[in-house]
């Protein structure tokens, strides 16, 4: 895999899971279909950017990604809930790996 795929993968991800989930999406995602598909629908943006020419990738990983926060979202806030920061911390990075894993891995398939 070319050095260029994987940067602008981790800058997708950076922008669309980072800088555009909203404090409102991120709380509330646990709970809401509505806030859930949300950050969803921002996270996804740079990569229709970025990789526009592999559109069946970009919504394979619109989906993967729902799919995964779905589960992750109500483990994250449980421990926030409990009040379990070190398991909170873990949890977060466990997700972010997970979501990195999932991105170059699948993308193999589709260059």
């Known amino acids: 895999m070319e050095l260029s795929i994987i940067i602008k993968i981790i800058i997708c991800h950076w922008i669309g899971d980072g800088l555009l989930q909203t404090?409102?999406?991120?709380?509330?995602?646990?709970?809401?279909?509505?806030?859930?598909?949300?950050?969803?629908?921002?996270?996804?943006?740079?990569?229709?950017?970025?990789f526009y020419s592999i559109m069946p990738w970009v919504i394979l990983m619109a989906i993967l990604h729902w799919i995964q926060d779905w589960i992750t979202s109500r483990i994250n806030?449980?421990?926030?809930?409990?009040?379990?920061?070190?398991?909170?911390?873990?949890?977060?990075?466990?997700?972010?790996?997970?979501?990195?894993?999932?991105?170059?891995?699948?993308?193999?398939?589709?260059?």
């Open 23 to 50: 404090e409102e999406m991120a709380t509330k995602k646990s709970k809401s279909y509505y806030w859930l598909t949300a950050h969803i629908g921002a996270y996804i943006l740079p990569f229709v950017v970025f």
């Open 77 to 111: 806030s449980h421990y926030l809930q409990v009040k379990n920061n070190k398991m909170f911390w873990t949890s977060i990075w466990t997700d972010q790996m997970l979501h990195y894993v999932i991105l170059f891995v699948s993308i193999t398939y589709f260059l």
